[in-house]
């Protein structure tokens, strides 16, 4: 790597809003996020925070236009 280009990469700190924590190596220092893997609806397997759909797109179309 060209010398004195590049930003300085350390070890910071990443803070979601459920409150975990993890460490990593990044460009920046204290990072701060809404959602992480710990509390994601994805990742955590909660059913109840996702949005359930209510069919496919050809069932949505019919029940739009009345057709049978």
């Known amino acids: 790597m060209k010398p004195g280009i590049h930003p300085k990469y350390e070890l910071t700190t990443i803070t979601c809003a459920c409150g975990a924590v993890y460490h990593v190596g990044s460009t920046k220092k204290n990072i701060r996020v809404e959602v992480c893997a710990n509390c994601?609806?994805?990742?955590?397997?909660?059913?109840?925070?996702?949005?359930?759909?209510?069919?496919?797109?050809?069932?949505?179309?019919?029940?739009?236009?009345?057709?049978?």
């Open 40 to 68: 994601h609806p994805f990742y955590s397997g909660n059913r109840s925070a996702r949005v359930e759909t209510t069919g496919g797109r050809i069932e949505r179309f019919r029940k739009k236009y009345g057709m049978a």
